[in-house]
């Protein structure tokens, strides 16, 4: 393992580590979905088994890499990626297609833990990857194919931009370390390119989640202007903006000094006005 390498995984590490930190503080005030996380920390179990191996293979008297682990984070990646991005696309998809993936994903793994006991890895490393580019493809072609939730709107351009990346790159680099290492003479397993790809996705995820969380815009960016063309009241504005700022109901009846039920009421005059459905699609409504 090159100097590189050990520093782009230091930052990719924490950044990964971040931007899950983030998602599940954005999960609890409803801006976030638990699909979203789950992608984030599969790419992170992903880095994990990868740079395992890593270690393992320069230890002689460990017997070889652990590619059981990989395989297992391969498996996750593929049954996060379009969870993922189905939940935040408009789709006319049927449920029991996300189903049938969900299965199997599972078959796969049981798969995969039959193949340790029975020697099997090296037939069964070929079905996981090749699955595994199946679903990264068809999760960014619907990703270009189809309009996002609002509550993603925002990022549609570097959504897209992402899609592209992910098509040319992650099939070519896990189907890569197990289809074309025996032809090209290098090891694939690990390298530059994931690394990279990881870092920017989160730093994008990090950014995004920062705003939504009102850490890095001003208060005095929520102005006026940002609600004039809902015909929101004066008091629907300031509970917007106290929305924005990531507070709860019961704060935001503390500071107002009005009852639950009015907050709850106002909220939802709130979201109907701006043709929003909750918290999520306003924050990225109005601030973007």
């Keep these: ?9 230091v930052i990719t590490y924490t ?3 971040l931007t899950i930190f983030l998602e599940i503080i954005c999960y609890k005030r409803n801006i976030e ?3 979203t996380i789950g992608f984030t920390i599969s790419l992170l179990f992903l880095i994990i088994s990868l740079t395992a191996t890593a270690l393992v293979e320069q230890i002689p008297a460990t017997g070889g890499p652990t590619n059981v ?5 391969m498996t996750t990646i593929s049954l996060t990626t379009p969870l993922n991005i189905l939940e935040e696309r408009q789709h006319n998809l049927k449920p029991v297609w996300a189903k049938l993936h969900i299965g199997i994903s599972l078959i796969l793994c049981i798969m995969i833990g039959a193949g340790q006991y029975l020697k099997a890895l090296n037939v069964i490393q070929y079905i996981v990857a090749s699955y595994l580019g199946i679903t990264v493809i068809a999760s960014m072609l619907l990703i270009n194919n189809t309009k996002p939730q609002k509550r993603i709107a925002h990022r549609e351009k570097l959504e897209k931009s992402f899609s592209i990346l992910f098509i040319i790159i992650v099939p070519l680099s896990l189907l890569g370390s197990y289809a074309f290492e025996n032809f090209l003479e290098v090891d694939l397993k690990f390298g530059f390119t994931l690394p990279i790809v990881f870092i920017l996705l989160a730093g994008s995820k990090l950014m995004d989640d920062l705003q939504r969380l009102s850490l890095l815009k001003p208060k005095s960016e929520h102005k006026k202007q940002h609600f004039e063309n809902f015909a929101l009241t004066k008091r629907e504005r300031e509970l917007s903006l106290l929305l924005l700022q990531g507070k709860s109901y019961q704060e935001i009846s503390d500071e107002l000094n009005i009852s639950m039920p009015t907050v709850k009421t106002h909220a939802s005059n709130i979201y109907k006005k701006c043709g929003v459905n909750s918290r999520h699609e306003l924050t990225a409504l109005i601030t973007n």
Excluded: D, H, K, R
């Design 1 to 9: 393992m090159t100097t590189l390498e050990i520093i782009l995984l």
């Design 15 to 17: 950044s990964l580590i």
């Design 33 to 35: 979905t638990l699909q």
């Design 69 to 73: 682990f990989i395989l297992f984070a």
